[in-house]
């Protein structure tokens, strides 16, 4: 299974009704301090994160993948939106 | 100094402190470049630890706020968020708005 797959698989615990990762390892191989493990952008949309703030949105994001972050994961960036938030664009 | 206690003491003792790879002049890292920058913008003074230089603060800092990467931003010693959010709340002005009321 890919990383993106793993990464879907652990955020299905939060019922998401949109994720779209995108794998920008590319743009950051080697760079200091990196010992491995992709960059990820993820696009998460869920009525989990309805009334939470940005950290704790977050938060949960990191908490789903925990197991992913250091081995597999170097860096997520995330965007996290309800679903009334979310504008497709 | 046991490593927690000096993170503690950094955080405690600095309004605005931004763990960071590399420094606000030779950012080392994109997310850390960009989150500097931001906070630059707002006008204020800030501090800086950057975790490249001190390896024992990259392996614990984790474990203070319960934040998985970096870098990490903190306003009168609370957590704030990393690259992501402080980008989303430069962008929205809410990050200038705290720190103008720690500065």
Redesign the interface.
């Known amino acids: 299974m890919s990383t993106i797959d793993e990464i879907k698989t652990a955020l299905q615990s939060l019922s998401p009704e949109l994720i779209d990762i995108e794998d920008d390892s590319d743009?950051?191989a080697g760079?200091?301090?990196n010992t491995g493990g992709g960059h990820y952008n993820l696009l998460i949309v869920s009525e989990a994160f309805s009334g939470l703030t940005?950290?704790k949105r977050?938060?949960l994001v990191?908490e789903q993948v925990?197991p992913l972050?250091?081995s597999k994961i170097h860096?997520?960036?995330?965007?996290a939106k309800t679903p009334s938030e979310y504008q497709p664009q | 100094m046991e490593v927690m206690e000096k993170i503690k003491q950094a955080i405690e003792s600095n309004p605005v402190i931004l763990f960071m790879?590399?420094t606000p002049e030779f950012p080392?890292?994109?997310?850390s470049s960009r989150a500097s920058q931001a906070i630059s913008a707002c006008g204020a003074e800030f501090a800086y630890v950057n975790?490249?230089a001190e390896p024992d603060v990259?392996e614990n800092l984790h474990r203070y706020a319960?934040?998985?990467?970096f870098p990490q931003l903190y306003i009168n010693g609370e957590?704030?968020?990393?690259?992501?959010?402080i980008m989303?709340?430069y962008e929205n002005g809410d990050l200038k708005k705290m720190i103008d009321e720690v500065s």
């Open positions: 743009k950051h760079h200091a301090g940005l950290i977050h938060r990191f925990e972050m250091k860096a997520l960036s995330i965007q | 790879k590399g080392q890292c994109g997310f975790v490249l990259r319960d934040w998985p990467t957590l704030v968020g990393g690259c992501d959010i989303e709340m």
